[in-house]
């Protein structure tokens, strides 16, 4: 089998590479769900073998199948360090304005829930990733891009909240990759409520969602006061993402799927 797992020169590889079953796997969503999703892949969607993707909905469009994404055990893992963190957040954040928005940009929303988290937790906060434009929190940027899981495990595991802003809350299981890699890190986690979670977690229990900026704000002042709460959920949290959750699992549902060949 010849597995694809990142598209670059897709079309030439596809061409290029004889082997007689070809699996593609798009882990990542870069739409709002009103797009034809994967539509720049459609031409050539036909040469895989089978195809997969992590939104449901998507893989009944296409004719393909839906696969959830995960982590590697062996890159995101607990490290314990002498840094320690009150309130992180690990992404790009984009100047909110429509010049950005028309060079198609995303995640813009996430500057002005960040300038409201800012309000109130102005010692707290630290920002880790790529600023685009005149970002208005600019001053919180930690001074530094995280290069590697090595890094980002070091933040995830030594914060008192790892904050997570995924882009596409209507459509299907499509949280970031970063919630399941803060998980393994052992992190404690709250991130935005997407289309799906409930069928794989619980708020309060293994993960703590938000479905406003306003109940984000309320439920970092309320957990961040309570260090055994996010000790107990921050253990559920990796059980349950080393349960379902390890590229392991992904492969072998992708492989399941090649038995009716």
């Known amino acids: 089998y010849c597995l694809f797992l990142y598209l670059n020169n897709l079309a030439e590889a596809l061409d290029f590479v004889q082997c007689p079953n070809k699996l593609g796997w798009v882990f990542d969503v870069t739409f709002d769900g009103k797009e034809i999703p994967h539509s720049p892949l459609r031409p050539i969607i036909n040469k895989f073998t089978r195809f997969f993707t992590i939104c449901p909905e998507h893989a009944k469009e296409i004719g393909g199948f839906w696969v959830p994404e995960g982590f590697d055990p062996y890159s995101h893992y607990e490290i314990k360090s002498k840094d320690q963190y009150e309130i992180t957040f690990v992404g790009q954040v984009v100047e909110n304005s429509p010049s950005f928005k028309e060079a198609k940009f995303v995640h813009l929303d996430r500057e002005t829930w960040l300038v409201e988290i800012a309000k109130k937790f102005k010692k707290e906060l630290q920002i880790f990733g790529p600023m685009y434009g005149d970002v208005l929190v600019s001053q919180f940027h930690a001074g530094k891009v995280l290069s590697g899981s090595w ?111």
Not at 203 to 209: R, S, Y
Not at 222 to 237: A, F, G, V
Request: contains cysteine; proline residues 2%; charged residues 25%.
């Open 151 to 261: 890094d980002n495990n070091i933040v995830s595991s030594n914060s008192k909240i790892n904050l997570g802003h995924s882009g596409w809350p209507n459509v299907k299981y499509s949280w970031s990759a970063r919630d399941y890699r803060v998980m393994a890190s052992k992190g404690f986690l709250i991130t935005n409520k997407i289309k799906g979670h409930d069928d794989f977690f619980k708020d309060g229990k293994n993960i703590v969602l938000y479905s406003s900026t306003e109940e984000c704000v309320d439920k970092i002042d309320y957990y961040i006061k309570r260090p055994d709460l996010r000790e107990s959920i921050s253990q559920k949290s990796l059980e349950k993402v080393y349960s379902q959750f390890t590229f392991a699992h992904s492969f072998e549902k992708m492989f399941t799927h090649l038995e009716i060949i």
